[in-house]
């Protein structure tokens, strides 16, 4: 899962990113809203953990901008402004949690299992898992599972199975894979996603699952299930 992570206090940025990626997540960071609203923008992202008080583009602002764009992840805002109406304005400008300074980082972690939990088109179990057709992917174990076996994952085949499990019969585009799993800042080749399609579709069969990933050509590829 790769979560965006806007916090213009630097400290407090680097230690949340280092909790997050402690339990799985790939996170990037900005530290302003020009950079929260260009990175939201690019819709990759599974959630987006957005500080209100952002220097030169308030977080709300952003917010707001975010939806107008059609960007569906959910958004937890960060604040110190704990007044019923902050969180009322933020809730109703698109938000789906709202979290006040200080909080423990458990806590974070509980909401940002919350709002994946809401999506439809998966089942986030309470353990964290994501099931769908005859499968399971357990994160906190790395471990794939089927119906005749199961085996671990690499990260890069991880993130590569999260990406079409969330969107199961959804195509995603090339461009949309090499984002979500190689990051925004990355040159890595379109020959890359293409060996680790390969990777993931030999796992799929080493456990026994039905399921399939279709390549769309010229587009990019579905995960199906028969």
């Known amino acids: ?8 206090d ?3 940025s680097k ?22 609203l260009y990175y939201g923008k690019q819709n990759i992202y599974d959630v987006i953990l957005l500080d209100r008080m952002l220097p030169e583009r308030e977080g709300t602002e952003v917010l707001k901008e975010l939806r107008n764009a059609s960007v569906n992840a959910p958004i937890i805002l ?10 009322i304005m933020g809730l109703d400008l698109g938000a789906d949690d709202y979290l006040v300074k200080p909080f423990d980082c458990e806590e974070l972690l509980a909401r940002i299992r919350c709002v994946t939990r809401r999506s439809p ?7 964290g898992s994501l099931s769908f057709h005859d499968i399971t992917w357990s994160a906190n174990e790395m471990c794939l599972k089927g119906p005749t076996d199961d085996c671990m ?18 195509t995603l585009a090339r461009e949309t894979l090499l984002l979500k799993v190689w990051g925004p ?3 890595v080749e379109g020959g890359n996603l293409d060996n680790y399609i390969h990777f993931l579709r030999r796992r799929l069969k080493a456990i026994g699952s039905s399921l399939q990933i279709k390549t769309i050509w010229g587009i ?3 995960l199906l299930a028969p």
């Not at 899962?1 to 213009?8: N, P, S, T, V």
């Not at 960060?78 to 969180?87: C, P």
């Not at 994952?153 to 959804?170: H, I, K, Y």
């Open 10 to 12: 630097e400290d407090l």
């Open 121 to 127: 088109t998966f089942q986030l179990q309470n353990n």
């Open 15 to 36: 230690a949340l990113a280092w909790q997050l990626s402690k339990q799985g997540y790939h996170v990037d960071t900005c530290y302003n809203g020009e950079d929260a």
């Open 153 to 170: 994952l690499s990260r890069r085949e991880a993130d590569l199975l999260e990406s079409f499990l969330r969107v199961p019969g959804q």
């Open 220 to 222: 990019g590829y579905t």
């Open 1 to 8: 899962m790769r979560i965006l992570l806007a916090e213009d």
């Open 78 to 87: 960060i604040t110190a402004l704990g007044m019923l109406q902050d969180k």
């Open 185 to 187: 800042d990355s040159d």
